[in-house]
């Protein structure tokens, strides 16, 4: 069956360090791997996009990486704020693949809390 | 901005009443999706539309039906509510054109209570 993990489902950190977050899955075939930041009461907010082609993609302090042989992506957040916690989301996109479906999968989340 | 908004933003009501939440966009995008979101699920795919009158199902789409008449507009009918549908919605709008790389905007929910 298809399935997608995120590693747990809370993270604690310390201000300063980097958060990293992982999201794995079996059974699909993403040609796109997506992640996005959540508040409490809000919805879902874009944060990067990596193709199955690239290892790594950047922007600020965030950093994603997607290896589709182990079927999992990292989230980075260096040097880490306490405006940083938020429920982070990974999400498969099979946009292009062999799949060729529009839809959007989501993983149930990482909730990260920066401590000061 | 992506210019989505979602109505109503609250509701309660009771079993066996029909609902329908609305989902308006302003950017005139192809693609708009409606998804639940519950504690221990995440975010599950109800029915999402590829264009007027163009819609498909996704993971959880019993009970619930979906129309879209106008690009703008995409409409999630609960036709009979049950307990089990208390939920928050969320409808989200799809960008694949111009300086977008297929990243969904998302409204910013409606709470449904069904008692």
């Known amino acids: 069956s298809q399935k997608i993990e995120q590693n747990s489902e809370a993270l604690n950190i310390q201000e300063g360090k980097t958060a990293t977050l992982t999201c794995n899955y079996t059974?699909?075939?993403?040609?796109?791997l997506q992640w996005y930041r959540q508040d409490p009461g809000r919805g879902p907010v874009f944060l990067l996009l990596i193709r199955e082609n690239e290892k790594e993609k950047r922007k600020e302090r965030l950093k994603v990486t997607f290896d589709t042989t182990l079927k999992q992506s990292l989230f980075h957040i260096t040097a880490s704020q306490p405006a940083d916690s938020a429920t982070y989301l990974c999400?498969?996109?099979?946009?292009?693949?062999?799949?060729?479906?529009?839809?959007?999968?989501f993983g149930k989340g990482t909730k990260l809390s920066v401590i000061p | 901005d992506a210019g989505i908004t979602q109505s109503p933003r609250h509701k309660v009501t009771e079993t066996g009443t029909p609902v329908t939440l609305r989902c308006h966009q302003t950017e005139n995008h192809r693609y708009m999706y409606w998804y639940r979101q519950d504690p221990g699920h995440g975010l599950r795919l109800i029915h999402y539309s590829y264009g007027v009158k163009d819609t498909d199902k996704g993971e959880v789409s019993d009970g619930y039906s979906v129309s879209r008449s106008k690009t703008e507009d995409f409409l999630l009918t609960l036709e009979s509510a049950t307990s089990s549908q208390t939920s928050v919605y969320f409808c989200?709008?799809?960008?694949?054109?111009?300086?977008?790389?297929?990243?969904?905007?998302f409204g910013e929910g409606s709470r449904l209570t069904v008692l």
């Open positions: 999400a498969l996109d099979e946009r292009d693949s062999g799949a060729g479906s529009y839809q959007l999968t």
């Open positions: 059974n699909y075939s993403p040609a796109y």
């Open positions: 989200a709008i799809r960008a694949l054109q111009g300086k977008y790389t297929g990243e969904l905007f």
